[in-house]
Structure formats: structure tokens, C-alpha cells
């Protein structure tokens, strides 16, 4: 089995932001001259645009879809207009004809989520020389932690990062941060951070097998195995052997009020899959060569116990309903995909004001990409991953996300924390 990256614990931080627009380009390291860029791309709610340096010799240029393998827009000039629909993403190669052969000039990773959606365009420009990460302003933040590979890289006020990934290389980023919100101003819904993950990843297209007379709607040979299944498993849990039940004196705690101090079993585990243990699970399996996804959901039982004399004594057990937690299949047509799963689990011990809450959305491609967006409730930890095979039997797996808890307080209605929203693309 293939592993593409063990994800580290993910640190958050907060950092001030200025500009309002994205502009992104794609390859002065940080430190060098502030000379412009020889790829950069704009993104707005309908459109992905992108421009290019020339290239000495080029007697045209291809715009490639490097998930489908599929030529979008050929030209002379350094300019290229791409018509989408949010919410979307794209993953597309600027490659220039020469005499010499096909030339890679630019892969570009651009999300599109949509006005109303809360988030900001995210986007990675990379040539031969860097990569140029980009993202939009989000309110009351004023630091962004920028990671590689779990690693931290940097903390800045700014909405651009000059990285050194080139052309080939494999590398996953991830920006965070948080809202500067008094306490007072926090309700169960308010987002009060954001994580973003863009990975930086090779070509899947075989770039030098195009032909100097390509078209718009022509394929071009795929540079990986054949990906024959994909799965995604979601599951929240509690890092814990156990957690206090919320007690906060109201009608609404999860206490029974007989006096007794009640504790809820947690999952004990740290970050992994299939480990089996979690509060709930849904999964997407998208079965790419018939064009069919299958979607399961579990919901573990909670296990009460009492404490008593700092020991803790077995008391009952009861499983949430799961009415309001649906994972619905939208479309597969043996090259993407797309899923959406609603969450909404109570403690079957306490109120329905004491719910786990979260929304996910997948966009799922057979070549390996994907564009995971959604929010969810800052307790417990959330973790997303994915596990594909491929036609010459290998498999891989990836971490696409592990969000730890903010406190266990925060699943009580008396104690909102707020929500985390994010998006991941690759």
C-alpha cells in the first residue's frame, strides 16, 4: 500500500489580513525581487482565470483539465478564461507547444466556493521555479499558520506565500485560523475558525505525449494507474477513555439529577482508520468503473458510568436515533463524483440542544483529486480520510483532515464554542 503522508497533529494560530482581493501568482521565492510572477490566476464566483509568461519558441498554448485528461482551451496568447459554476474547484496545466516537444508551464488548483458559502477562493500556482499559495481575507482574523506536511512553515498578516514546491514534487498545505471573538459574541452557529488544505501534487496527465495538434475536447493519455475505487470515512470522536457529562444547573444538562457524578464512555484512540472506534462514522465508497457510490452510516452506542471514589462503575448504555444524520450520494459518472452528508446526533442522555453538528461536502475525482468543503461543531475531534485502489492492485491512503476538539465543554448548548468551516483541495 501506498502512503501518501502521515498527517501530523495540526497546530492553529491567527494572523492579520489586508487585501480583499486574490491575485495569485506562481513563483518568486520569498525573499527575492518582487518581479512579477510567470504564472498567476484570478478567481471569481463564475469565472477562473489565468495568465502565463511567454515562452521563447511556443507556437501555441493548451489549457489542460488534468482530472479528466482533457484539453479545455488552446491559443496563442498568454490569457486563458475559464467559465465555472460555484461551488467547484479546478486542478488545470498551462503546457506550451514547441518545436522541442510539449513544455509544462503552470499546474494551477483553484477553489470556487461561492459568495454566500462563508469561505474564500483558495489557490496554488506552481512552475518549475515555486509556488505561489493564495487565499482571501475571512473576518476578525489577524494571523494565518501556514503548515507543509504537518510541518509549521510560517505565520503571516499577508493572503500570499511564495513557497519552493516545484513542478512534480508532493507537498500538502494547510492554513488556519482563528476569528478575535469576546466570548459574548459566540453562539452555537458562529464560525469562529477556518482551515484550508491545498496539495501540491505531480502532473496526472501525460504531458509529453501531446500532440503539437490538439484540440479543445481531445484526451490525452493519464499518467497514473487506473484508480478503480475510492473511499472517504468521516468520523468524529473523543480522543478519551471518558468525559464528564456537562452539568451546567439547567433542565437541558445531561445529568440525571439523582446526585450521582456521571461520566460518558469516550473512544480512546488517537488519530487513525478504521480503527473502529468513533461516536459515528459515514462513509463513501465511489466505485469509478461502474459509476456507482455506495454510502454507509454507523452511530456507536454512548456508555454512561458513575464515578465514584475516583473509580468509575458501569451504569447503562443507550444509541442515538440517527432521523437527522443522512449521507446522500449526488451523482457519479465513472470519472467524479459528488456526496453530501447532514449530521446531527444527540447524546441520547441529554437534550437535543446537545447535538454533534456538521455538514461535508465531497467532490471527488478518479485521478485522485478531490474538493472536500463543510463546517462542524468544535467538539469532538473531526477527521476525514481517504482510501483508493488501483488497477495494478497498489493502494494509497490520505489524512485529509484531523481537527482536535476545542474543549469538551463545548457540546453543552450553556457553552458554545462555535463552528469550524474549511475546504481542502487536491
Same mark, same amino acid.
Given at each position: 500500500?501506498?502512503?501518501?503522508?502521515?498527517?501530523?497533529?495540526?497546530?492553529?494560530?491567527? !494572523? +492579520?489580513? =489586508?487585501?480583499? $482581493? *486574490?491575485?495569485?501568482?506562481? %513563483? #518568486?521565492?520569498?525573499?527575492?525581487? /518582487?518581479?512579477?510572477?510567470?504564472?498567476?490566476?484570478?478567481?471569481?464566483?463564475?469565472?477562473?482565470?489565468?495568465?502565463?509568461?511567454?515562452?521563447?519558441?511556443?507556437?501555441?498554448?493548451?489549457?489542460?483539465?488534468?482530472?479528466?485528461?482533457?484539453?479545455?482551451?488552446?491559443?496563442?496568447?498568454?490569457?486563458?478564461?475559464?467559465?465555472?459554476?460555484?461551488?467547484?474547484?479546478?486542478?488545470?496545466?498551462?503546457?506550451?507547444?514547441?518545436?522541442?516537444?510539449?513544455?509544462?508551464?503552470?499546474?494551477?488548483?483553484?477553489? !470556487? +466556493?461561492? =459568495?454566500?458559502? $462563508? *469561505?474564500?477562493?483558495?489557490? %496554488? #500556482?506552481?512552475?518549475?521555479?515555486? /509556488?505561489?499559495?493564495?487565499?482571501?481575507?475571512?473576518?476578525?482574523?489577524?494571523?494565518?499558520?501556514?503548515?507543509?506536511?504537518?510541518?509549521?512553515?510560517?505565520?503571516?498578516?499577508?493572503?500570499?506565500?511564495?513557497?519552493?514546491?516545484?513542478?512534480?514534487?508532493?507537498?500538502?498545505?494547510?492554513?488556519?485560523?482563528?476569528?478575535?471573538?469576546?466570548?459574548?459574541?459566540?453562539?452555537?452557529?458562529?464560525?469562529?475558525?477556518?482551515?484550508?488544505?491545498?496539495?501540491?501534487?505531480?502532473?496526472?496527465?501525460?504531458?509529453?505525449?501531446?500532440?503539437?495538434?490538439?484540440?479543445?475536447?481531445?484526451?490525452?493519455?493519464?499518467?497514473?494507474?487506473?484508480? /478503480?475505487?475510492?473511499?472517504?470515512?468521516?468520523?468524529?470522536?473523543?480522543?478519551?477513555?471518558?468525559?464528564?457529562?456537562?452539568?451546567?444547573?439547567?433542565?437541558?444538562?445531561?445529568?440525571?439529577?439523582?446526585?450521582?457524578?456521571?461520566?460518558?464512555?469516550?473512544?480512546?484512540?488517537?488519530?487513525?482508520?478504521?480503527?473502529?472506534?468513533?461516536?459515528?462514522?459515514?462513509?463513501?465508497?465511489?466505485?469509478?468503473?461502474?459509476?456507482?457510490?455506495?454510502?454507509?452510516?454507523?452511530?456507536?452506542?454512548?456508555?454512561?458510568?458513575?464515578?465514584?471514589?475516583?473509580?468509575?462503575?458501569?451504569?447503562?448504555?443507550?444509541?442515538?436515533?440517527?432521523?437527522?444524520?443522512?449521507?446522500?450520494?449526488?451523482?457519479?459518472?465513472?470519472?467524479?463524483?459528488?456526496?453530501?452528508?447532514?449530521?446531527?446526533?444527540?447524546?441520547?442522555?441529554?437534550?437535543?440542544?446537545?447535538?454533534?453538528?456538521?455538514?461535508?461536502?465531497?467532490?471527488?475525482?478518479?485521478?485522485?483529486?478531490?474538493?472536500?468543503?463543510?463546517?462542524?461543531?468544535?467538539?469532538?475531534?473531526?477527521?476525514?480520510?481517504?482510501?483508493?485502489?488501483?488497477?495494478?492492485?497498489?493502494?494509497?491512503?490520505?489524512?485529509?483532515?484531523?481537527?482536535?476538539?476545542?474543549?469538551?465543554?463545548?457540546?453543552?448548548?450553556?457553552?458554545?464554542?462555535?463552528?469550524?468551516?474549511?475546504?481542502?483541495?487536491?
Amino acid at each position: 500500500m501506498k502512503f501518501r503522508h502521515a498527517r501530523r497533529a495540526r497546530r492553529s494560530l491567527v !494572523v +492579520p489580513v =489586508a487585501a480583499v $482581493g *486574490l491575485l495569485l501568482g506562481g %513563483a #518568486v521565492p520569498a525573499q527575492a525581487s /518582487t518581479a512579477a510572477p510567470p504564472a498567476s490566476v484570478k478567481v471569481s464566483d463564475d469565472s477562473v482565470e489565468l495568465t502565463w509568461g511567454a515562452v521563447p519558441g511556443a507556437t501555441a498554448f493548451l489549457v489542460i483539465d488534468d482530472r479528466a485528461h482533457e484539453v479545455i482551451w488552446r491559443g496563442e496568447q498568454t490569457a486563458a478564461r475559464l467559465p465555472v459554476q460555484a461551488p467547484t474547484s479546478v486542478s488545470v496545466l498551462v503546457v506550451a507547444l514547441t518545436e522541442e516537444g510539449p513544455r509544462t508551464v503552470s499546474k494551477t488548483l483553484a477553489t !470556487v +466556493p461561492g =459568495a454566500g458559502s $462563508g *469561505l474564500t477562493p483558495l489557490t %496554488a #500556482v506552481t512552475t518549475d521555479t515555486g /509556488t505561489t499559495l493564495g487565499w482571501g481575507a475571512l473576518p476578525d482574523v489577524a494571523l494565518y499558520e501556514v503548515t507543509a506536511d504537518g510541518e509549521k512553515l510560517t505565520a503571516t498578516t499577508g493572503l500570499r506565500l511564495q513557497i519552493d514546491a516545484v513542478l512534480g514534487q508532493n507537498v500538502e498545505y494547510e492554513i488556519s485560523a482563528e476569528r478575535e471573538l469576546p466570548q459574548a459574541e459566540i453562539g452555537e452557529d458562529t464560525v469562529t475558525g477556518y482551515s484550508y488544505g491545498v496539495d501540491v501534487t505531480p502532473t496526472t496527465t501525460e504531458v509529453n505525449k501531446t500532440p503539437n495538434d490538439a484540440q479543445p475536447g481531445d484526451t490525452l493519455p493519464a499518467g497514473i494507474p487506473t484508480m /478503480t475505487t475510492s473511499r472517504t470515512a468521516y468520523e468524529p470522536y473523543i480522543p478519551d477513555a471518558y468525559i464528564d457529562a456537562p452539568d451546567m444547573g439547567t433542565p437541558f444538562d445531561c445529568e440525571s439529577g439523582d446526585g450521582s457524578d456521571y461520566w460518558y464512555g469516550g473512544d480512546n484512540r488517537g488519530v487513525g482508520y478504521n480503527t473502529g472506534k468513533y461516536r459515528t462514522l459515514a462513509a463513501a465508497t465511489y466505485y469509478w468503473s461502474s459509476a456507482y457510490t455506495f454510502t454507509t452510516k454507523d452511530i456507536a452506542p454512548t456508555k454512561r458510568y458513575k464515578k465514584i471514589n475516583g473509580t468509575m462503575y458501569y451504569d447503562s448504555q443507550r444509541t442515538a436515533t440517527g432521523e437527522t444524520f443522512r449521507v446522500h450520494p449526488v451523482n457519479n459518472d465513472g470519472r467524479s463524483a459528488q456526496t453530501l452528508i447532514n449530521h446531527s446526533v444527540t447524546n441520547p442522555y441529554c437534550s437535543g440542544a446537545n447535538a454533534i453538528d456538521y455538514d461535508n461536502r465531497q467532490e471527488m475525482y478518479q485521478n485522485g483529486g478531490h474538493y472536500i468543503l463543510g463546517k462542524h461543531d468544535q467538539m469532538p475531534n473531526h477527521q476525514l480520510h481517504r482510501y483508493d485502489t488501483y488497477s495494478d492492485g497498489t493502494s494509497s491512503l490520505d489524512r485529509i483532515f484531523n481537527h482536535p476538539l476545542k474543549d469538551p465543554k463545548c457540546l453543552s448548548w450553556a457553552w458554545p464554542c462555535g463552528q469550524q468551516m474549511y475546504e481542502y483541495v487536491r
